[in-house]
């Protein structure tokens, strides 16, 4: 019997310009393997874009995230579940994906063009040891879930388990009163998050292994990888039974204070990094129009969450790495639904949002140094900084370069924190901020790549070299950000 896609209702209203993006691509010619960047194009669109995740395992928030130090607990509310936006793009397949088309080129935080241009070369020659490397991590995959927000222990106080619910990471049950609120301990991370009492494991092992996934199928046009991407895309999106409704309103709960917190929007990065595969997956016969079609609708009614909700709008106000985090969400929601100006939009207004405002003249980040993990968070929020910067040139705003009056630019912070990288504990100790534990520090050759390319300056690149010598060949970064 033939597959039927799984579609929910809402998808019914996109239908139409949804089509029309479909059969418009039709007509587009596919580049293929042989894509390459088109003169004149944006300097993230020449093989210098790309995410922050550093492995194929990297998934999402690095585990230092979490509620922030001294936050204030946010309250609820919500936008209708299957309220939507007009989807502009994000149709169906049409043979190869073409990069350089669409209503937004290269569409992605990687960079997508790169990719295609290296595609028939990755499983030789200096690329093979990533080659090899992300096909292992997708062979694990192929026996993974499905996973689905169905699956876990505890109900949300909605009562409807579709709702997404996660712990926030740095509370704990009191020792002096078992039983009542938890308590906040600022860079100490709760295990209890990852359990199955909550979402949050099983939503980073789904983006994992989609990640995986669809690499491997797009460099290896292996079917079997992107046949297991949409059984986990579809259980965890798109089938009625086992979907997750589109919205964070439980995210980053604490026992005893707050059903749901403004900083659980950041859970939602995850999503963020996963849309670039999904692009990949475009061209394979395990997908159809209406697949894309219904992760169209659900991404367009998370992205009406994330403009309309209580808490949303609080973390979009947030003047640290939650704020720019809800950038990079907002961004990369609308650069898949192909909604140009308002990824210009927000692009534009980091200038003064998040570069003037996040970062001093002699490029410290204040709010992340007055962290307990200081180091972390400086590298942290400088990663969601160039993600917003890769998709700002996506449209054609340059933050990479931009510099306030005073001296405030995202390389100045980059340059900062760079001279203490590798993260010697002794150095750190001397400039007065704290890093109680040791840093996670997969964001940091996806950063040091893009620098050295953008910048035109080997230095970044070494220092990612040296860094990371015993891993480095292997790196994911050596395909989705190649040289």
Known sequence: MARRPFISRVAISAAIPLLATFF???????????????PGQSMAGS?????????????????????????TVGDGGSAPEDAGMTVDGAGGTGGEPNFDA??????????????????????????????????????????VGPFSVMNKTKTPPSGDKHDYMSLARYWWPDPNNPTGPYIQKDGQSNPEIDSSNYDYRSMANMNDAVKALGLAYYLSRDEMYARKAHTLLVTWFLDPAT????????????PGVADGRSEGVIDGLQFAKMLDVVELLRGSTAFNAADFMGLATWFSS?????????????????????????????????VFLGRADAVAQTANAAKQKR??????????????????????????????????????????VDLFNYQTADGRSIRKALDFIVSYTP?????????????????????????????????NQPSYEQKFVTAFASSQAADIIQLVYPK
């Not at 995410?51 to 130090?69: L, Q």
């Not at 935080?109 to 997708?138: C, H, N, T």
């Not at 001397?430 to 050295?452: F, H, N, S």
């Open 243 to 254: 979907r997750m409704n589109p919205n964070f309103n439980y995210a980053q709960s604490v």
């Open 355 to 396: 570069i003037a405002t996040q970062i001093g003249p002699d490029g410290k980040q204040p709010e992340e140094l007055r962290r307990t993990n200081a180091f972390f968070y400086s590298w942290y929020n400088l990663s969601a900084l160039f993600d917003i910067a890769t998709l700002g040139s996506r449209v054609g």
């Open 423 to 455: 993260f010697n504990a002794t150095q750190w100790a001397m400039t007065g901020y704290q890093q109680i534990g040791p840093p996670d520090i997969t964001m940091q050759p996806g950063v040091l790549r893009r620098a050295g390319l953008l910048y």
């Open 302 to 334: 998370m992205r009406q969450w994330l403009a309309t909700n209580m808490l949303a709008l609080k973390e979009q106000s947030a003047l640290n790495n939650h704020g720019s985090w809800y950038d990079v969400q907002a961004m990369r929601y609308d």
């Open 102 to 143: 669409g209503p937004i080129a290269n569409p992605g935080l990687w960079d997508l063009v790169g990719i295609a241009r290296i595609r028939a070369q990755a499983s030789q020659g200096a690329l093979k040891p990533a080659y090899d490397s992300v096909i292992a991590e997708a062979n694990k995959s192929l026996d």
């Open 24 to 38: 418009s691509a039709l007509s587009l010619s596919c580049l293929g393997d042989d894509t390459t960047a088109a």
């Open 47 to 71: 093989g210098a874009s790309g995410s922050t995740a550093s492995s194929t395992g990297a998934g999402g928030a690095p585990s230092g995230t979490g509620g922030e130090a001294g936050s």
